[in-house]
């Protein structure tokens, strides 16, 4: 309404008068030149008259700056067509009613220019224009700019409002007096004083409510017009008292003075105050006694403050030592000062980083990790005010962390590149991974066992087999708490078919997972075979070979005396030939303990340079006129090298070899002979290895009916035989198998049931050309030299001495390696010859041997022995020993003997 009279005073002003929001007649009447002349140009405000068709009759120059529309453009117009907003607001029904003789005021619209583009508030009054006749010939209106009046009064309500909700919301009591009486109060102040709405306090004194402690301190605040926060005490109806803040200005309300305050209950701020004081007391303890860094600091770097564990990290004394000398984080602290640069652009995007891991400086230079938590700090106004963080120094963490990832590092190439497969396999019974050595060795990756039932369906194909596996493994989870790893052996069905022999150790970890070491040991189970076969012929040898020494000591009595008594008889004697049927009853047996000795590895009797192209072919030719239905083929190798070997000895062992494959082709077949040059790089595994060297390899291969695993690695053991293919009988192979091994070679045999056996044979090669062969002297060669005999055996003694005087020497006996040496210290003057014993009890013939080459470097020694040229024999001759005969020996064979050793030039 105030507004409303002040538009009707300016129409007055400008000549129109306004009463009782009626025009004026006179005004009405005068003309529109005449308005337009007095009024329309002068105005700063618009005046627009309409005819009855709402067409456009003036426009004065306010409203061109309005609309930015000339009168040209406007004049003789429809208003709503070029103003539809008039429509919307209204404003032609208002036009309308003044056509009628109304005076009406339009409330206030607003309008873009679509010109200017600006948006503007306003106010229109709609008068009726009428002629000298007093006839409405039209509508005159006054349009006022109330923009900034709309922006004053909408700022005021939305401050009222808001005004009028915060004091209905406010925790605090607002209260407004004058003269210290209430005019206006808000909920709250009526609770705080004990009312329950505000109508009950309005005309109260206030001072009702002041303490009387506080009444004179309350009047002089408001007698000295004091503004701002003071405290007092209040008292509520019931008389109640209570802290409060009270905080006044002076306002003008309803056009008189008046004091408007705030009143707040500190009864909770006292106390929040003194808790704010503990709690700050408890932060800064926290703070300064942290066991990790805490800082606040600028966003370019510089350090705001910083706590003793901080400084301690960093290598400082004191937190102030540390925020004296760190000025600039990034260049002093950290190692890459780029990285806060990105940790600042992370702050700006994200507010916040956790658990940033980057290396520090310490104040002597040395590099730590340390870990940050840290975040921007902004006010309401989002400024950034500072950056807060905390360092918690993970370098000890971080070396253990390296050390992990080594460990692991040096675990993964351990078990990637273990010589053992290596399996996991988690509680679920699913495998988690396998090393390339498991399948290797088995042929299996996770596609094809995925868990445990599938390995055990594969590995274990046989039902009953598998099941007794499965037991071991049951036994072994129930236990494993009371155990420790186990070795678990199983025969295991690889991928191609094939069987293993596999030992497992499964580790139970803390996880509930298995770790399951694998080791492929079929070969050494082989390998473990071999050596319990090769023990077991070494003992049975050891045994042949005392039998063979002994009865070679009783063949050597037997062969003396009949060579004695041939001697002493015409051949013409009737026993004579019975004398013959002795010696050859007696080299049959010496032939037994040849074989005997040939199996106790010790059958090298005599040790020649040989070609074996041309032992081959003798025997080979030799079988043949045996055997008619087996051809055979014969593959040698021209310039075969030389083999030192004792020739009868290959000779039996090539003939085994050929009556062996005849009994595997009972009716007929082919026989394939082969040999050739090899060289071994590398050793081989065996019992011996066969060492690095030049070898002779012979090939025996039949096409009979094979062998099955079980018989081929049973072979070569004596006496073991098979009825089906009678294989192996006798000391056959068993004696084949030492006889090469006595030759430092190696006899090995391939074989499958129907398809064949193929025996190879590996002789070290010789560079020694085949010397001529003598043929034996059919009489005897006497002398008269000095022979010491010695022989721990009675009979041997008494034969040997015979046969010696027969033959001219002189004979001194001893029956012990010791007597012997104190003979030949008393009488080596007059001995020519020692024939030796080599085992004797006490001092055997080695140490014998030794015993006489002190008293004379030049002693010349025949060694003598039911052994065989072998082991201890072949080293005494080594050291010196001039000639070695084997027991039993003929009279012609020790007459030669003699002769060659005694008619050698020194």
Request: glycine residues 8%; hydrophobic residues 35%.
């Amino acid at each position: 309404m105030k507004e409303e009279k002040e538009t009707a005073r300016t129409i007055n002003a400008e000549a129109f008068v306004v009463r009782d929001e009626k025009l004026d007649a006179k005004a009405c009447k005068m003309t529109i030149k005449e308005f337009g002349s007095a009024i329309l140009e002068g105005l700063a405000e618009g005046i627009v008259i309409y005819d009855r068709d709402l067409r456009y009759l003036a426009w004065n120059p306010f409203m061109e700056q309005l609309t930015g529309l000339t009168v040209d453009q406007v004049l003789g117009h429809y208003a709503p067509s070029l103003f539809p907003h008039m429509t919307a607001c209204g404003l032609d029904k208002l036009i309308k009613r003044a056509f009628k003789g109304e005076t009406t005021h339009s409330p206030d619209f607003s309008y873009e220019s679509p010109v200017k583009g600006t948006l503007t508030w306003l106010s229109a009054v709609y008068a009726p224009y009428r002629n000298s006749d007093g006839e409405i010939i039209g509508v005159i209106s006054l349009l006022r700019d109330v923009t900034e009046r709309k922006r004053t009064e909408q700022a005021l309500k939305e401050s009222e409002e808001r005004n009028r909700y915060l004091s209905d919301l406010a925790f605090e009591g607002i209260v407004v007096h004058q003269d210290f009486h209430v005019v206006e109060a808000n909920a709250t102040f009526a609770r705080l004083v004990g009312y329950e709405s505000p109508d009950e306090i309005v005309g109260r004194n206030v001072l009702s409510w002041v303490h009387p402690l506080f009444v004179d301190q309350v009047k002089g605040e408001v007698r000295d017009g004091y503004e701002g926060t003071y405290s007092v005490y209040l008292q509520r109806k019931d008389e109640t008292v209570f802290p409060a803040e009270l905080n006044v200005r002076k306002v003008f309300y309803k056009g008189r003075d008046a004091r408007v305050v705030a009143v707040r209950d500190i009864t909770d701020k006292k106390w929040a105050e003194e808790a704010l004081r503990m709690a700050e007391a408890r932060y800064r303890h926290l703070f300064e006694n942290a066991m990790m860094g805490i800082f606040q600091s600028t966003v370019k770097g510089k350090l705001m403050d910083a706590n003793q564990a901080l400084a301690s990290i960093l290598g400082f004394s004191s937190p102030e030592d540390l925020i004296s000398s760190v000025k600039d984080m990034g260049r002093q602290l950290y190692v890459e000062p780029e990285q806060r640069k990105h940790l600042i652009r992370l702050l700006e995007k994200q507010g916040s980083v956790q658990g940033l891991e980057i290396n520090f400086y310490r104040k002597d230079k040395s590099i730590i990790w340390v870990s940050m938590n840290i975040r921007m700090v902004r006010n309401s106004q989002g400024n950034i005010l500072y950056l807060q963080g905390i360092v918690e120094d993970i370098t000890e963490r971080k070396s253990a962390e390296d050390a992990l990832i080594k460990e692991k590092e040096r675990f993964r190439v351990l078990v990637e590149e273990s010589p053992f497969g290596v399996s996991m396999i988690g509680s679920d019974g699913r495998y988690k991974y396998i090393n390339p050595k498991f399948s290797e060795i088995f042929g299996y990756t996770l596609e094809d066992i995925p868990n445990g039932r599938e390995w055990f369906r594969r590995a274990y194909p046989d039902p009953d087999y598998r099941c007794r596996v499965i037991a071991s493994w049951k036994h072994y989870v129930m236990n494993r708490r009371y155990e420790k790893s186990p070795l678990l052996t199983h025969e295991v069905i690889c991928k191609d078919g094939t069987e293993k022999s596999i030992q497992f150790r499964p580790v139970a970890m803390g996880t509930g997972d298995f770790l399951i070491i694998y080791e492929d040991f079929t070969e050494r189970k082989r390998l473990e075979e071999q050596l319990r076969q090769s023990e077991k012929l070494e003992a049975i040898g050891t045994l042949a070979g005392g039998i063979a020494h002994d009865f070679n000591n009783l063949l050597m009595g037997i062969q003396g005396y009949t060579s004695i008594l041939q001697l002493s008889l015409n051949s013409s004697h009737p026993d004579y030939e019975k004398l013959d049927k002795i010696q050859a009853l007696t080299e049959s047996g010496s032939d037994l303990t040849r074989q005997l000795l040939g199996f106790a590895r010790g059958g090298k009797y005599e040790v020649k340079p040989a070609d074996l192209n041309d032992i081959l072919t003798a025997t080979s030719s030799m079988f043949g006129r045996t055997r008619k239905d087996i051809a055979i083929h014969r593959d040698f190798q021209e310039s075969l090298w030389t083999v030192e070997v004792d020739r009868s000895q290959i000779e039996q062992v090539l003939l085994n070899l050929y009556v062996n494959a005849g009994q595997a082709m009972p009716g007929g077949g082919q026989l394939c002979l082969g040999a050739e040059n090899v060289v071994i790089k590398e050793s081989s595994l065996g019992f011996p290895p066969m060492q690095p060297g030049n070898y002779v390899c012979v090939t025996v291969k039949d096409t009979g009916v094979g062998m099955d695993e079980r018989t081929r690695q049973r072979v070569f053991e004596p006496f073991f035989t098979t009825r089906e293919m009678r294989r192996g009988t006798g000391l056959g192979l068993a004696s084949a198998y030492g006889i090469i091994q006595g030759h430092g070679g190696w006899i090995d045999v391939d074989s499958e049931e129907g398809s064949g056996t193929t025996f190879r044979v590996y002789l070290p090669a010789s560079g020694k050309e085949i010397e001529a062969v003598q043929k034996p002297a059919d009489e005897v060669a006497k002398g008269d030299e000095t022979v010491l005999l010695v022989d721990d055996e009675d009979i041997n003694i008494e034969v040997v001495r015979e046969i010696l005087e027969i033959l001219g020497y002189g004979v001194i006996a001893a029956k012990s390696g010791q007597e012997a040496v104190d003979i030949f210290r008393e009488k080596s003057a007059m001995i020519d010859l020692v024939l030796l014993d080599m085992i004797m009890p006490g001092m055997g013939g080695g140490d014998t041997f030794d015993a006489l080459k002190d008293i004379d470097p030049g002693v010349k020694v025949i060694l003598s022995s039911g052994y065989s040229l072998h082991g201890e024999a072949s080293r005494i001759m080594g050291r010196g020993c001039a000639a070695f005969i084997q027991k039993p020996y003929r009279i012609q064979d020790l007459s030669e003997k003699l002769r060659e050793v005694l008619d050698k030039k020194p």
